[in-house]
């Protein structure tokens, strides 16, 4: 099935480094979603943004929907252990269907 | 509030056997989405529903597979003769619009021998 470029795959990085992360396409999206998704559960949702040009913080998480609407990126500063976890992005296409694609996700893993 | 929630969490069958995997949405929330998850990747969207209709089932793999949502709340998901590669998690999601953010339920792990 069809599924987001998201990149890093993964990454290892000492707690308190800031860590970034971002998804691209070639399709146009109404709306991106960040989730973290911890082993055995399911996706939570972190943040979640609707137009173009956005730019929201949820805490340590901050998120921009790209102008192209083709993308998106989710920061997160002064990472923490209970970071860890897979990081997926997820876009809602437009053009009469409202389903929702999700990346490939990344994996976090965060050193104390 | 009650969040999504599946049944069963897990379910072991054996190959060409037939499984439901239920899923009961958040109260009052009319948009229903089915996904499958394989190892190490991302959630895969199957089909969603608005209401009791299916307002999009290009995602299901073939026709073993199988959803409704008869009552507008409630949704099963039927596979009919299941295959190995059936096995995944089965993750369902509802939002109180189409267009507004979904929410995950835990997902039923199927496996099938």
């Known amino acids: 099935g069809q599924q987001l470029n998201q990149s890093p795959q993964s990454m290892f990085i000492q707690e308190g480094e800031d860590v970034s992360m971002n998804c691209t396409s070639s399709s146009i999206f109404n709306t991106w979603l960040w989730y973290k998704q911890d082993p055995g559960e399911g996706p939570v949702l972190l943040i979640a943004?609707?137009?173009?040009?956005e730019l929201t913080s949820n805490g340590r998480l901050t998120a921009q929907f790209g102008i192209t609407r083709k993308d998106s990126f989710l920061n997160i500063s002064a990472s923490i252990p209970s970071d860890v976890g897979i990081y997926f992005c997820a876009g809602q296409l437009t053009g009469g269907t409202y389903k929702y694609i999700f990346g490939t996700g990344t994996r976090l893993k965060v050193l104390a | 509030g009650a969040g999504v929630s599946q049944t069963p969490s897990n379910k072991v069958t054996e190959k060409g056997k037939y499984v439901e995997l239920r899923c009961d949405p958040i109260?009052?929330?009319?948009?229903l989405y089915w996904y499958r998850q394989s190892l190490g990747q991302g959630p895969e969207f199957l089909i969603y529903f608005q209401g009791t209709g299916a307002a999009d089932d290009s995602g299901l793999p073939n026709d073993r597979f199988f959803a409704v949502r008869p009552e507008g709340s409630v949704s099963t998901l039927k596979i009919q003769r299941t295959e190995r590669g059936d096995s995944a998690v089965y993750l369902c999601a509802s939002s109180s619009q189409f267009q507004e953010t979904q929410y995950f339920g835990p997902g039923t792990r199927l496996l099938v021998l």
């Open positions: 109260s009052g929330h009319t948009a």
């Open positions: 943004l609707y137009k173009a040009g």
